[in-house]
């Protein structure tokens, strides 16, 4: 397995520092840290209403923290907007998968480049030289992840009529066009067969170690995480309650009473 290695200049490829978000009065998280090293595959576990998701719309910049940062190889993200945020070398998947259903599969995979094209106005109406090239490398990299996907029998499909499954390696495609250094898993077993969640076990590892991705995993298949998680944050309640080796985690008696519930209760 990849060994986790810090990023550039000795910083964590990624760091939450003291992170804190308020809705009205409502805490749904609470000064919650960790780091990632370049490499990792980072589960984030929790119950229902833990902050899970508060927190990797945080990473995605739809939502501002009320306190505390959020540091990508030393720089804050939380000048950006989420706009910009796959230019800052982030990508992400949903729970819910947010396709465009009426475009083909191979056209949403080409959205997911956008970020990483640089063209203007005039040069794309007169079809410059530097514009055909763009194209032409565009086009080659969508086929590389069609095929990488195993997508290409549909790539010229539209969306909304495939199964569940495959949308979702669909929109696991559009994030990987845009080239990201760390990408965020939110529920990818959501919906999926077991015959499904083993594939994507092996997917996310085989992305990990063929694309120097360092993965960020939201899911609540606890066998999904402890097979492929190098690391483990368990969350409750917006606080962080564990942290280390998916089976220190695993077996932290605050986690199991998290998921399980005190016998005294």
């Known amino acids: 397995m990849m060994q986790a290695q810090l990023g550039n200049g000795n910083f964590p490829l990624l760091a939450v520092r003291d992170v804190s978000v308020v809705f009205g009065g409502i805490v749904a998280l609470n000064g919650v840290?960790?780091?990632m090293?370049?490499?990792q595959i980072l589960g984030l576990i929790g119950p229902n209403g833990a902050g899970k998701t508060t927190l990797f719309n945080c990473l995605?910049?739809?939502y501002q923290p009320s306190t505390g940062e959020i540091?990508?190889?030393g720089k804050s993200i939380l000048t950006r907007q989420a706009s910009q945020i796959a230019e800052c070398g982030i990508g992400r998947t949903f729970?819910?998968?947010a396709l465009f259903p009426r475009l083909t599969v191979r056209d949403n995979i080409r959205i997911g480049a956008h970020c990483r094209t640089k063209s203007d106005f005039i040069s794309d109406a007169l079809k410059l030289p530097a514009v055909r090239h763009q194209e032409q490398a565009l086009n080659e990299k969508v086929d590389e992840i069609?095929?990488?996907l195993d997508l290409h029998n549909v790539a010229d499909r539209e969306v909304a009529g495939l199964p569940f499954g495959t949308q979702k390696r669909v929109e696991l495609g559009r994030a990987l066009a845009a080239e990201p250094k760390i990408l965020l898993l939110d529920e990818p077993a959501g919906g999926l067969n077991h015959e499904e969640v083993h594939a994507l076990g092996d997917?996310?590892?085989?992305?990990r170690d063929d694309r120097n991705i360092t993965v960020l995993l939201v899911e609540h298949h606890m066998g999904l995480v402890m097979s492929i998680a190098d690391h483990v944050v368990a969350l409750n309640f917006g606080k962080k309650l564990a942290e280390g080796t998916p089976a220190a985690v695993q077996s932290d008696p605050d986690v199991i009473k998290a998921y399980l519930g005190s016998k005294d209760a």
């Open 33 to 35: 840290s960790f780091d």
């Open 37 to 39: 090293k370049q490499g």
């Open 60 to 62: 995605s910049r739809l």
């Open 71 to 73: 540091l990508m190889e």
């Open 95 to 97: 729970q819910n998968v």
């Open 146 to 148: 069609l095929t990488y």
């Open 203 to 207: 997917l996310v590892r085989r992305i």
